[in-house]
């Protein structure tokens, strides 16, 4: 069996954490805005720092396992 943990976790979090698609930190007006789809270089960085922090956490501090096939 194969550990999937490491291919599917980034990419949910890629998707859900993209600056702009949900939320965006921080805002042009706001510290959060939500669902606006515009980005800035701070939201980038501050996302990818946010990501590597969740990433982190799954895979390393809690470990977790998503196995496939027999």
Partial sequence: M????GVFIPLVLFILL???LL?????KCRV???GN???SAVSIIVHA???FCFAAIF???IGV?????S
């Avoid at 194969?2 to 943990?5: G, L, P, V, Y």
């Avoid at 939320?23 to 805002?27: A, E, M, N, S």
């Fill in 2 to 5: 194969q550990d999937w943990a």
């Fill in 18 to 20: 993209s600056p702009g």
């Fill in 23 to 27: 939320f965006q930190i921080p805002g």
């Fill in 32 to 34: 959060i805005e939500f």
């Fill in 37 to 39: 789809s515009h980005t």
């Fill in 49 to 51: 720092v946010v990501f």
């Fill in 59 to 61: 895979l390393v501090a």
């Fill in 65 to 69: 396992h998503i196995d496939l096939g």
